[in-house]
Structure formats: structure tokens, C-alpha cells
């Protein structure tokens, strides 16, 4: 998934009347280690409740024909008192109120971009993208910015013979500041040195569309540094292949100096971004590391807030369901630590900009924020039970008639009491346990769950349960089964979703058949069904007839 909605000037070197929307498919310390889980599980839902909210009407609210929401919108709470909320485009704008349910349009151009010719200087067309303030006066903003080679054909005669956007298009983070509570915005140093995130590249104008791209907003850590999110967008390993994409994590613990943000390697954070233009590069030169792929995709990265409720980060973005398909839309995942993330879930299915029919005309969405009008803090980072998801609607597909609206949403937790072990200690209590086929003799006696298979393909069933997967990853068994020839055991699981027993949702592990009690720890959070609520497990302890078994302990692990 390769979200660049983003508008971009005509080719020439002078601010562009309108923009065009293109979104091919798809020394720090130590990084922090993840933190207990909760003992209760829970069983966490984000939906919608109400009617789509009109924010920012084109129409209407426009104070020029650019003035457009074209990125993921953030807010903050400035020295006054009274809350800004960004309009961006390579043309900045805000609307400014006494609270996020009462704000007004403001024709004030808080910060327009240079459109330097020159790819070295990374100070071609700005979006502020990502804004943090302590004090309300002095801002930070993280900056998405576009190289368009395409529109500087009139100072760099050659460049870009395709006359294509896309094979022209670099995109990295830069930084700017803002020491008048948000009335204006600068270049936090002068170019390049504003600099804070790009690929060891330098510009191809015959290439792919690469680079960091749409920063999420500043949020601080749990070890109080201060992190953003980004898509990257590289070249592919085969040419003809469709770019690779991931989420990048980086930080700083200084926000007045752009070179101070390390990445993600992998392992902790201390990847540096080098200046392409400045230091000569190799194909071996570090580069962000993708970050929970298979929870985030490329996708997850546009905004991130802080549950009170959960106490977790909660991320979202658009991209596609876990288990594949066609139904994309809005997802969120959480964190404890910022670096481990859940699965991701549904919040809203909308059309996206390549999921309708034709995007230069159909309506749809993209750029969607976390945001809560009740949140005490300055940057809105920080949500409760309530709160809303900010998106930008394209009412004539990739037009410039596009509006800011909002969908209700409400955070529902359900707690479930940990499942309780299956110990088998008391004599004739099966404790819910029974068999399906191919078993005899199945009682509890002297401490443990004994039976005898009775063909190759013995089974039994638990009793019903609720259980929440992402909360309990694992399952151990302690089993005994009379010596003989080897073989292996399978547990499957039905859920709340999905309650068809299958072999995709099961989990294979080797039987010691020796006479002796071994523990078989199984993973289930490999297994792509392993999520919402478990509903019953189906236990085949092996498949082999005329064997004695004895189960002393199943025990589901935090």
C-alpha cells in the first residue's frame, strides 16, 4: 500500500494553481522493551457511532482554490487557550477557535513552500505534517516534503524526459518551527540542514517514487522521547516489481536539532539518516527498518494517540484486513512500547482513492486523524472513550473540491476473567473436556485426564470459552502417552468470527511417545485466524490407535 495522496505543482518553477492526487496501491539510549500485559484480558473494539461531521467545507471555507486538506490534519492548543487545527497543503493554512467543535477558517498563509529547483537543498514544495508544542508559543512541525522534478524542467532543461510524475517524485522529512503560537512558520535551520529523514539516494528522475513520506504526528514516548511514523517507499529488487513499502520508527530526545532523530534498525535506535548529497553512499548503507510489518503494512502511520482507557498508543491508517481481501479501510493497532504492535482491526470500511470504480471523478477518502475535543493535552495526543476520526473527503475524485469531516467513534472494552487452568486434579471432574471420536476410557483419576485412542484420528473438545486471543498467544500441554511410535498432535480453534473448525486454523506439534510427561508449548500467534474472542479448542492429542494417554495440565499463557 503506497499512500501519496499528496498535490503537487504544475511544471514550472513558480506556486502552483492546482494540485494533482496520485496513490499507487499499496548517542540514544537503549530502545524500550515491551512492558507486562495486563493480567485481565480484554476485548477492545474502536467503532463508529454517528453521522459523518462536516469540519472544513471547500465551498464555503476556502480562502483560495489551493486551501485544501491534503494531508492528515493535527491540532493544538496555543498560548491563549485557543485550539488550531491544520489545514495542509504546500500551501499552509488553520482553522482557529476556542475548542475542536467551534473553529473557523483563517486566511492567514502560515508557511508557503520555496519550490527550489535544486533536490539537494530538500526544500521544494512543504506540507506541515506533524506539530508539538510544550508551552503553546514555541512549535515544532515535521514536514512532508515533495521533490517534483517534473515542474522544474524550466531551470534543469533535461530533467525528467518521461514528463512523468511519479518516476520524478523523492520525498523525505524535513523540520520547521514556528515562535509566535502558530501565526507563522520557518525552516527550523536553513536548507539542507532542516533536513531530518531521507533514503541514501540522490535523485533519480527516471526512477520510482521513493522516500519517507507522511510522517504521523510527535508523540512522546514512554521513555520521553519524542517519535514519528512514516511510510517508506523504496526501490524495488527486480525491475517492473511494484516499490516495497513499510513503517518507519524514528526519534530524538531534542526537537530543536533535525540531525539528532535515529531510526529503527531492528534493533534499537541508533540508524542514522545520512545526506545522500554530502557523503558518498554504497548499496550497503543502513537504511529504517520496517517496523511490526505484518501488523502496520506500509499503512499504519498517520496518527497515533494515547488511550487513558487502554493504556496503550493507538495507530492508524489505511490499509488492507490481516487475513487479505479486498475490504480495505481503516485500521488501528496498539502499543505499549511503540516498537511491538497488536493486529491490526477494523475501524471503517470507506472507498479509498484506488478502490473506486474511477478516482479522477468517484468520491473518496484519505488522510485520517485520531483526534478528541476533550483531551487536556496541548497536542491532542491523548484520547478517552470518545473521541473522532478526522479524514479528508474527495467529493469529485482527485479535483480540488475536497473537505475535512469527522466520524464519531467510541472505544468499548469488554473484560473477560482470565481463563482458568485445565489441571485435572479431582477425580471424575472432566471440567468441560469431552471426546468426539476414536476415544475410550476418557476420565479423570489419580490427577490427570487419561483415555485410549481407538483409531488415527482421536479428538476431544473443550468446553465454551472467551477467550481473547491477543491476550493469550500461547497454549501449553503437558501430556503423557505410552511408548510406541512416534507422531505428532494438532489443537484447532473457533472464534466469535469464524466458528468453522479447518486445518487453517490449527497448529501442529510433535508427540514424544515414551512414557514419559512431556510440556508442549504451542505459538498460536503464528496462526493468521488467532484473534477476537476463542470460542472452543479441539484437541488431537496424536494419531495413532491403540495408545494410552494421560493429560496432567492445558493451560492457556499470557
Same mark, same amino acid.
Given at each position: ?226 517519535? *514519528? ?237 472467551? *477467550? ?91
Amino acid at each position: 500500500m503506497f499512500a501519496c495522496q499528496i498535490g503537487a505543482p504544475p511544471a514550472t518553477d513558480t506556486p502552483p494553481p492546482s494540485p494533482t492526487v496520485v496513490q499507487p496501491t499499496t548517542p540514544p539510549e537503549p530502545s524500550p522493551q515491551p512492558t507486562e500485559v495486563p493480567v485481565i484480558p480484554k476485548d477492545i473494539s474502536i467503532n463508529v457511532t454517528g453521522e459523518e461531521e462536516l469540519v472544513f467545507d471547500w465551498t464555503t471555507d476556502r480562502c483560495e482554490p489551493d486551501h485544501i486538506p491534503d494531508i492528515a490534519t493535527r491540532a493544538f492548543r496555543d498560548a491563549d487557550g485557543m485550539v488550531q487545527l491544520w489545514i495542509g497543503h504546500y500551501v499552509n493554512y488553520r482553522m482557529i477557535g476556542p475548542d475542536l467543535n467551534n473553529l473557523e477558517s483563517d486566511c492567514t498563509v502560515l508557511m508557503n513552500s520555496d519550490y527550489d529547483p535544486d533536490p539537494s537543498q530538500f526544500n521544494d514544495s512543504e506540507w506541515l505534517a506533524a506539530l508539538y508544542t510544550e508551552d503553546g508559543e514555541t512549535i515544532y512541525a515535521i514536514m512532508h516534503n515533495e521533490y517534483r522534478g517534473d515542474t522544474h524542467t524550466a531551470t534543469r532543461p533535461g530533467q525528467c524526459p518521461s514528463g512523468d510524475r511519479l518516476t520524478c517524485l523523492d520525498t523525505s522529512v524535513t523540520m520547521a518551527i514556528s515562535t509566535d503560537g502558530g501565526d507563522s512558520f520557518y525552516d527550523i535551520l536553513e536548507p539542507p540542514n532542516h533536513m531530518v529523514a531521507t533514503m541514501p539516494y540522490v535523485f533519480n528522475d527516471e526512477g520510482v517514487p521513493s522516500g519517507l513520506r507522511q510522517p504521523s504526528n510527535i508523540i512522546k514516548g514512554p521513555d520521553d522521547y519524542f517519535y *514519528v511514523f512514516t511510510n517508506i517507499s523504496d526501490y524495488p529488487v527486480f525491475p517492473g516489481d511494484f516499490p516495497p513499502q513499510w513503517v518507519c520508527a524514528m526519534r530524538t530526545d531534542d526537537l530543536s536539532d533535525p540531525s539528532s532523530w535515529r531510526f529503527w534498525n531492528g534493533e534499537d535506535f541508533t540508524g542514522q539518516f545520512v545526506n545522500p548529497y554530502v557523503e558518498e553512499l554504497g548499496p550497503s548503507t543502513p537504511k529504517c527498518a520496517p517496523l511490526a510489518v505484518e501488523q502496520l503494512t506500509g499503512g499504519i502511520q498517520e496518527s497515533i494517540v494515547y488511550s487513558s482507557t487502554l493504556e496503550r498508543y493507538v495507530m492508524v491508517g489505511f490499509t488492507n484486513p490481516p487475513t487479505g481481501g479486498t475490504n480495505l479501510g481503516y485500521y488501528y493497532s496498539l502499543s505499549e512500547d511503540l516498537i511491538h504492535w497488536t493486529p491490526r482491526e477494523l475501524i471503517l470500511e470507506l472507498p479509498g482513492t484506488y478502490t473506486v470504480e474511477d478516482n479522477s471523478k468517484d468520491l473518496f477518502y484519505a488522510y485520517p486523524t485520531l483526534l478528541d475535543p476533550d483531551s487536556q493535552s496541548l497536542n491532542f495526543d491523548t484520547v478517552d472513550d470518545q473521541f473522532y476520526l478526522y479524514i479528508t473527503r474527495f467529493n469529485q475524485g482527485i479535483t480540488l473540491d475536497r473537505d475535512l469531516v469527522r466520524f464519531p467513534l467510541e472505544l468499548t472494552v469488554t473484560d473477560y476473567p482470565a481463563p482458568e487452568p485445565w489441571l485435572f486434579d479431582t477425580d471424575g471432574d472432566l471440567e468441560g473436556w469431552f471426546p468426539y471420536v476414536h476415544l475410550e476410557d476418557f476420565a479423570v483419576q489419580d490427577g490427570s485426564l487419561s483415555m485410549r485412542s481407538t483409531g488415527e484420528d482421536p479428538h476431544m473438545g473443550s468446553p465454551l470459552l472467551t *477467550v481473547v486471543a491477543v491476550q493469550n498467544s500461547k497454549i501449553t500441554i503437558e501430556m503423557k502417552v505410552s511408548p510406541g511410535e512416534q507422531s505428532e498432535g494438532q489443537l484447532f480453534f473457533i472464534t466469535d468470527s469464524d466458528g468453522e473448525w479447518g486445518e487453517a486454523k490449527s497448529v501442529f506439534f510433535p508427540v514424544i511417545a515414551d512414557g514419559e510427561f512431556h510440556t508442549y508449548e504451542l505459538d498460536m500467534s503464528t496462526i493468521e485466524g488467532w484473534q477476537g474472542i476463542v470460542t472452543q479448542i479441539r484437541l488431537d492429542p496424536l494419531y495413532t490407535p491403540d495408545s494410552v494417554i494421560e493429560i496432567d495440565s492445558i493451560v492457556f499463557v499470557n
